[in-house]
C-alpha cells in the first residue's frame, strides 16, 4: 500500500482524502515499517532531459564521433551519462567478457532526491568534460529556453 503523506510538524500527514482512507484502514496502535521516497517531480525530469538534449547538440565534434553520440538521439548521450557517471552494473556474460548494464533513471527505479543527485553529478560532468568552456548559468538559460 502506498499513501502519499506530507511532513509536518506533527508527523506524516496523509495528502489526498484517498491517502487519509487508507491510512485509516491501517488501524491505530500498531507498528508499520514505512519507505520514504520522495515522489519525482516531471519538470525536473524533462529538465534533466533538456540539458542531455543540450549536450548532444553542442558536444565538440571530435567526442561525438569518437563516442557515437548522435543528437538526433538523445538516449546515446544518456547512455555516456549513465557510463561515465558509474550508473551500471558490470557483469561477466558467457565468453567471460566484462559488460555493463546501464541501471534506469525511471520514476518508479529513482526517487526525486536520487534523481537530483543524478542531476547535479551530470551538471558537474558537463562542466567539466563535455562542454567545459560553458558557464553553469548560461547552461541553466539554455535549458530553460528548451523547456
Given at each position: 500500500m502506498e499513501i502519499l503523506c506530507r511532513n509536518m510538524p506533527e508527523g506524516f500527514v496523509p495528502v489526498y482524502g484517498s491517502d487519509w482512507d487508507a491510512k485509516r484502514r491501517l488501524g491505530g496502535g500498531k507498528d508499520f515499517l514505512l519507505t520514504v521516497k520522495k515522489p519525482r517531480n516531471i519538470?525536473?525530469?524533462?529538465?534533466?532531459?533538456?540539458?542531455?538534449?543540450?549536450?548532444?547538440d553542442n558536444l565538440?565534434?571530435?567526442?561525438?564521433?569518437?563516442?557515437?553520440?548522435?543528437?538526433?538521439?538523445?538516449?546515446?548521450m544518456l547512455r555516456r551519462y549513465k557510463r561515465d557517471l558509474g550508473y551500471y552494473d558490470p557483469y561477466v556474460n558467457e565468453?567471460?567478457?566484462?559488460?555493463?548494464?546501464?541501471?534506469?533513471?525511471?520514476?518508479?527505479?529513482?526517487?526525486?532526491?536520487?534523481?537530483?543527485?543524478f542531476y547535479e553529478r551530470a551538471v558537474g560532468l558537463t562542466l567539466s568534460e563535455y562542454?567545459?568552456?560553458?558557464?553553469?548559468?548560461?547552461?541553466?538559460?539554455?535549458?530553460?529556453n528548451f523547456m
Open positions: 519538470r525536473f525530469h524533462r529538465k534533466f532531459f533538456a540539458l542531455v538534449k543540450l549536450v548532444a565538440p565534434e571530435e567526442l561525438a564521433e569518437r563516442w557515437h553520440v548522435d543528437a538526433r538521439d538523445p538516449e546515446t565468453r567471460g567478457e566484462i559488460e555493463i548494464v546501464f541501471r534506469s533513471i525511471r520514476f518508479d527505479d529513482m526517487d526525486q532526491t536520487q534523481f537530483e543527485e562542454l567545459p568552456r560553458m558557464r553553469r548559468e548560461d547552461m541553466e538559460n539554455e535549458i530553460m
